[in-house]
């Protein structure tokens, strides 16, 4: 029945009204829900607080006009037009099930029907579905995105352990830990997953943050947890730095507008440093030598060389805003930092931060978002952007395009798992990607280089010839200034002979040819005429 049109609003970030109209939206009438709050936390709809206009909206039932949906953070319908709702989800599994409800992510941003009468709910936890949605009880919901690597990874900590433990805090998403020896996800902690590591001494001994410092560590894998005290006065930075002592797996370190220490693994702290006046962003312990650490907010670094024993030393500014600090393995006066600088977007220092190297070399225009040393023993360095991932060391005069099938986004943290040989990437968006160290894919002699492909003629205006100076199996793709992709070829074999791509049918214009091989990644631009 379309002459029935339905409107919720908001008053701030809380439900305001409803309205309903039977004459295809000439007069409205507002339904009487004084009092409640339909966009609050609480499934009775009388709690104060929300977040619209973020996180509202409002669908019909294409088979009965009466059926009427409403969510902001939890879920609500209504079966006689909007006179009375019922509370149909809860965000914790457990509550949902006991109260024979539906299991549904908080924070919801989409509902809408389809023409059979299916509803789907897009939320910051993934789309769920409601397969018959008037008949209310434990299995209302199905999550349709369920297993999906789409999570918007914040950081992550792996376990220096064959069969690798990770812990990684997610936006939205909680905190989950992933068993390689069982192959299995599991959550452990909800709210926004922050940092998060794995014991050095026990990997079934998980700590972890959510916004703003809040400290949580489980002693059986994520099972069960419980919170750690924090810190008196304040709270941290959104992501707030938390870090484990290297030899020292009972002592721990946390970074507010103050670097905290504990002995105890967090049961009480104590302040290392002065209060640096404003909440911490990055912070960091030399694994080789404890007593040296690195910390950072906004723009300005600092350093202490006797575990806070005296104030810390304000170091020269790099430039930027400091995203990532990574302290090398071995020297713990050898450090590099990636900023929001396009100018000097990664700085590395070999005195302990007195003076900076510019490492922009050749990096695109994006910002710099996590660094990790590799104790190869060529001083390799791992960089994550907000587009792709880099790799460089001393037998490099620029950096190389490290992807190897990573996707083509946000690498917000990097770590290395020296047992396996393995690096760890956690992206936002794509969930978390591992791949082999450099030395294990190829030697470093090995890679690809810029000048032992060719791509010609450039510019062209019917084929393009693509000729690698070393045999390789690489997948080439084409892409247009837009990212969209034009060509794609895969298992190509590729060695001294040509290999002939038609680009009749392309417009004139810029393109970018990507060439991904086993020994590492290529991009050629080209131009068509």
Same mark, same amino acid.
């Given at each position: 029945?379309?002459?029935?049109?339905?409107?919720?609003?908001?008053?701030?970030?809380?439900?305001?009204?409803?309205?309903?109209?039977?004459?295809?939206?000439?007069?409205?009438?507002?339904?009487?829900?004084?009092?409640?709050?339909?966009?609050?936390?609480?499934?009775?709809?009388?709690?104060?607080?929300?977040?619209?206009?973020?996180?509202?909206?409002?669908?019909?039932?294409?088979?009965?006009?009466?059926?009427?949906?409403?969510?902001?953070?939890?879920?609500?319908?209504?079966?006689?037009?909007?006179?009375?709702?019922?509370?149909?989800?809860?965000?914790?599994?457990?509550?949902?099930?006991?109260?024979?409800?539906?299991?549904?992510?908080?924070?919801?941003?989409?509902?809408?029907?389809?023409?059979?009468? +299916?509803?789907?709910?897009?939320?910051?936890?993934?789309?769920?579905?409601?397969?018959?949605?008037?008949?209310?009880?434990?299995?209302?919901?199905?999550?349709?995105?369920?297993?999906? %690597?789409?999570?918007?990874?914040?950081?992550? =900590?792996?376990?220096?352990?064959?069969?690798?433990?990770?812990?990684?805090?997610?936006?939205?998403?909680?905190?989950?830990?992933?068993?390689?020896?069982?192959?299995?996800?599991?959550?452990?902690?909800?709210?926004? =997953?922050?940092?998060?590591?794995?014991?050095?001494?026990?990997?079934?001994?998980?700590?972890?943050?959510?916004?703003?410092?809040?400290?949580?560590?489980?002693?059986?894998?994520?099972?069960?947890?419980?919170?750690?005290?924090?810190?008196?006065?304040?709270?941290?930075?959104?992501?707030?730095?938390?870090?484990?002592?290297?030899?020292?797996? =009972?002592?721990?370190?946390?970074?507010?507008?103050?670097?905290?220490?504990?002995?105890?693994?967090?049961?009480?702290?104590?302040?290392?440093?002065?209060?640096?006046?404003?909440?911490?962003?990055?912070?960091?312990?030399?694994?080789?030598?404890?007593?040296?650490?690195?910390?950072?907010?906004?723009?300005?670094?600092?350093? *202490?060389?006797?575990?806070?024993?005296?104030?810390? *030393?304000?170091?020269?500014?790099?430039?930027?805003? $400091?995203?990532?600090?990574?302290?090398?393995?071995?020297?713990?006066?050898?450090?590099?930092?990636?900023?929001?600088?396009?100018?000097?977007?990664?700085?590395?220092? @070999?005195?302990?931060?007195?003076?900076? $190297?510019?490492?922009?070399?050749?990096?695109?225009?994006?910002?710099?978002?996590?660094?990790?040393?590799?104790?190869? %023993?060529?001083?390799?360095?791992?960089? %994550?952007?907000?587009?792709?991932?880099?790799? +460089?060391?001393?037998?490099?005069?620029?950096?190389?395009?490290?992807?190897?099938?990573?996707?083509?986004?946000?690498?917000?943290?990097?770590?290395?798992?020296?047992?396996?040989?393995?690096?760890?990437?956690?992206?936002?968006?794509?969930? +978390?990607?591992?791949?082999?160290?450099?030395?294990?894919?190829? %030697?470093?002699?090995?890679?690809?280089?810029?000048?032992?492909?060719?791509?010609?003629?450039?510019?062209?205006?019917?084929? $393009?010839?693509?000729?690698?100076?070393?045999?390789?199996?690489?997948?080439?793709?084409?892409?247009?200034?837009?990212?969209?992709?034009?060509?794609?070829?895969?298992? $190509?074999?590729?060695?001294?002979?040509?290999?002939?791509?038609?680009?009749?049918?392309?417009?004139?214009? +810029?393109?970018? @040819?990507?060439?991904?091989?086993?020994?590492?990644?290529?991009?050629?631009?080209?131009?068509?005429?």
């Amino acid at each position: 029945d379309d002459s029935v049109v339905y409107v919720v609003e908001a008053s701030g970030s809380q439900f305001g009204a409803f309205y309903i109209s039977t004459d295809t939206g000439s007069s409205f009438t507002e339904r009487n829900h004084a009092g409640r709050n339909y966009f609050g936390y609480d499934t009775a709809g009388f709690q104060s607080g929300g977040q619209a206009p973020r996180d509202m909206d409002v669908t019909a039932s294409p088979l009965d006009a009466d059926e009427v949906h409403i969510a902001g953070v939890l879920t609500w319908r209504s079966l006689d037009g909007g006179v009375n709702f019922q509370n149909t989800s809860d965000w914790i599994p457990q509550d949902a099930a006991s109260a024979n409800k539906g299991y549904c992510h908080a924070d919801v941003d989409l509902m809408l029907f389809d023409d059979s009468g +299916i509803m789907f709910v897009g939320t910051d936890g993934g789309i769920f579905k409601a397969e018959n949605s008037t008949i209310l009880n434990s299995t209302y919901y199905t999550d349709i995105t369920a297993g999906l %690597g789409i999570k918007q990874f914040y950081k992550l =900590g792996v376990s220096q352990t064959s069969d690798v433990v990770i812990s990684a805090g997610s936006q939205d998403n909680g905190t989950c830990v992933y068993k390689e020896d069982i192959d299995l996800w599991g959550d452990w902690l909800g709210a926004d =997953g922050m940092e998060s590591f794995v014991s050095h001494a026990n990997v079934d001994h998980l700590f972890g943050t959510s916004q703003n410092g809040q400290l949580y560590r489980s002693t059986n894998g994520g099972a069960t947890y419980s919170n750690l005290s924090e810190p008196s006065p304040g709270q941290g930075a959104w992501v707030t730095p938390f870090e484990q002592d290297p030899v020292d797996a =009972g002592t721990l370190y946390l970074g507010y507008a103050r670097v905290h220490k504990s002995i105890n693994s967090g049961i009480s702290w104590t302040a290392i440093s002065q209060s640096f006046g404003g909440d911490l962003s990055q912070m960091k312990v030399a694994a080789s030598n404890s007593q040296v650490m690195y910390a950072s907010r906004g723009g300005f670094v600092y350093k *202490t060389d006797d575990g806070g024993a005296t104030d810390w *030393t304000q170091l020269p500014n790099p430039g930027g805003l $400091i995203n990532s600090i990574a302290i090398h393995p071995n020297n713990p006066n050898k450090i590099a930092i990636a900023t929001t600088s396009f100018t000097n977007p990664v700085v590395v220092s @070999v005195d302990g931060g007195a003076t900076w $190297i510019n490492y922009k070399f050749n990096l695109p225009a994006f910002s710099a978002l996590s660094l990790v040393w590799d104790d190869n %023993g060529k001083e390799g360095l791992y960089l %994550g952007m907000n587009y792709g991932l880099f790799y +460089i060391d001393d037998t490099f005069a620029e950096w190389q395009v490290y992807n190897n099938n990573l996707p083509n986004v946000i690498v917000n943290e990097l770590d290395i798992n020296n047992v396996t040989n393995m690096l760890y990437a956690g992206t936002y968006g794509r969930g +978390i990607w591992a791949s082999p160290l450099v030395d294990e894919v190829a %030697g470093v002699e090995d890679l690809l280089s810029q000048d032992q492909v060719s791509v010609y003629p450039n510019p062209t205006n019917s084929e $393009i010839n693509i000729i690698v100076q070393q045999q390789v199996e690489a997948d080439i793709r084409i892409f247009d200034v837009l990212g969209k992709l034009m060509v794609y070829q895969a298992d $190509i074999d590729l060695g001294n002979t040509n290999h002939t791509i038609d680009v009749s049918n392309f417009t004139n214009g +810029i393109y970018f @040819v990507r060439i991904n091989s086993n020994a590492g990644t290529i991009t050629k631009k080209i131009m068509k005429k």
